[in-house]
């Protein structure tokens, strides 16, 4: 006699979704649980006031900080951009 084993084909894809549904729904409940107690943990963070002294008097600043700089910066890098343009345009003869 041949034994009849039952297989996830001989049942069709209905059960092959039943078996596969139980692992699923302990995972959606446990990632349930994580994001809850994640977001638990940023609710319980310290609210510190933050005092940011921004110094405008240029007494010594950073230097990146003037406009003059970007501005010099900025014409440079025009004046190296159109030489280096218009050196790539000649033929070689």
Avoid: C, E
């Avoid at 409940?29 to 963070?45: D, E, H, K, R």
């Avoid at 025009?78 to 790539?88: E, K, N, Q």
């Amino acid at each position: 006699m041949i034994s009849r084993q039952k297989s996830i084909s001989g049942r069709g894809w209905h059960a092959f979704f039943k078996l596969i549904g139980k692992p699923l729904i302990m995972k959606k409940v446990y990632f349930s649980l994580v994001a809850a107690f994640l977001s638990l943990l940023s609710f319980a963070q310290d609210t510190k006031k933050v005092d940011v002294d921004i110094n405008t008097k240029g007494d010594g600043g950073n230097w990146y900080a003037s406009p003059w700089v970007w501005v010099v910066g900025a014409a440079v890098f025009i004046l190296l951009l159109v030489a280096l343009t218009r050196g790539s345009g000649r033929r070689a003869d």
